[in-house]
């Protein structure tokens, strides 16, 4: 099993940064790749933005030019560092990693989700 742990979430004003991280961790053979997917009340969870072990990324088209994901390859941790934000970018955040726990197995995990709230 892999585990996830997400940090960084919180109440900021509009048009200010946060950054989030989410940390990878337990039975990883090799992390194939990592991102931040969002659900806001009502709505259906979309991608943020995804980082491959290539380090190939793909952002949101909402997020484009404002948000920046990163990869800690040695810490098996992805960051996502978000500024200008906007009240639409209120959601709750989760980290998810593709990865093998072995070599021919693998799965998509889960963080438990970080609330990030922007107020106008």
């Known amino acids: 099993q892999v585990q996830l742990v997400e940090s960084g979430g919180g109440l900021v004003p509009e048009g200010k940064s946060l950054r989030l991280s989410c940390t990878a961790s337990?039975?990883?053979?090799?992390?194939?790749?990592m991102g931040w997917y969002r659900q806001a009340p009502g709505k259906e969870r979309e991608l943020v933005a995804s980082?491959?072990?290539?380090?190939?990324?793909e952002y949101a088209d909402s997020v484009k030019g404002r948000f920046t994901i990163s990869r800690d390859n040695a810490k098996n941790t992805v960051y996502l560092q978000m500024s200008s934000l906007k009240p639409e970018d209120t959601a709750v955040y989760s980290c998810?990693?593709?990865?093998?726990?072995?070599?021919?197995?693998?799965?998509?995990?889960w963080g438990q989700g970080t609330q990030v709230t922007v107020s106008s």
């Open positions: 998810n990693s593709r990865a093998y726990s072995d070599y021919k197995t693998w799965s998509d995990y």
């Open positions: 980082i491959n072990s290539g380090g190939g990324i």
């Open positions: 337990g039975s990883i053979f090799r992390i194939i790749s």
